[in-house]
């Protein structure tokens, strides 16, 4: 039976990469049925004890709680918002192929992407506004949170394919510790074009209305997500935080 890893390529890990944006793009479309909901966001709307902050920190504490007792950050594909204090896994190991050099499990941007996500994206693409579906509105932004964590965390499936096919040109670079350079060599400008048309692309087909038996065009333009909301935020923030990952695992690879 061939090893995992050599059936890894640039190809296969782009092929998952375009896979999880029909993913992103349906969990953005979900969260968008709702308004702003400030109040889910709002530490002083509700207190409970334990230290949860904001109904959607309790949300995704509490999620992620249950969700490594059985096993998913045992994954090394999945990472937790809240690493610390979360509990062992609960059920048999799995025997996950080891594809990534162990300094791998250090490198964890999901502060920023929390952030990001919160702060600048949000506010982008949902309508302002309080209609109190507080918890539903949770549970839709922590949909989000893990499918754009899986995402720019690929970024360390990315960086190995590229380290084995140019170890020859990453090495000099990894050993001088020059980010530049790292990031000039795994930068491919026309793949990243592809991805933000095609994310665009993506919001219009899924977050159109579908109507039947009414072949008038009122509904054209109309989407769920705006689709240059979508194609900015990848161009802005997915992209750029996908390759900030790349270069921290590079600067791991030779550990
Ligand atoms: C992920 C890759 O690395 C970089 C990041 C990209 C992205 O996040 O979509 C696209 C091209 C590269 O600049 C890749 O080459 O596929």
Redesign the pocket.
Known sequence: ESDVSDRLTLESV?DS?IRQEDNIVFSLIERAKFPLNAATYDPSYFSMPGSYGSLVELVVKQTEAVQAKAGRYENPEEHPFFPDDLPPSQVPPHKYPRVLNPAAVFVNVNKKIWDVYFNKLLPLFVAPGDDGNYASTAVRDLECLQVLSRRIHY?KL?AEVKFRDEWKHYEPAIRARDKKTLMDL???PA??KA?KKRVAKKACIFGQEVKVGDDSDENKGKYKVNPAVVSRFYGDW??PL??DV?VQYLLHRLD
């Open positions: 782009r990469l970024g990315v795994l930068t491919a793949v990243e991805v997915v992209i996908t390759k790349e």
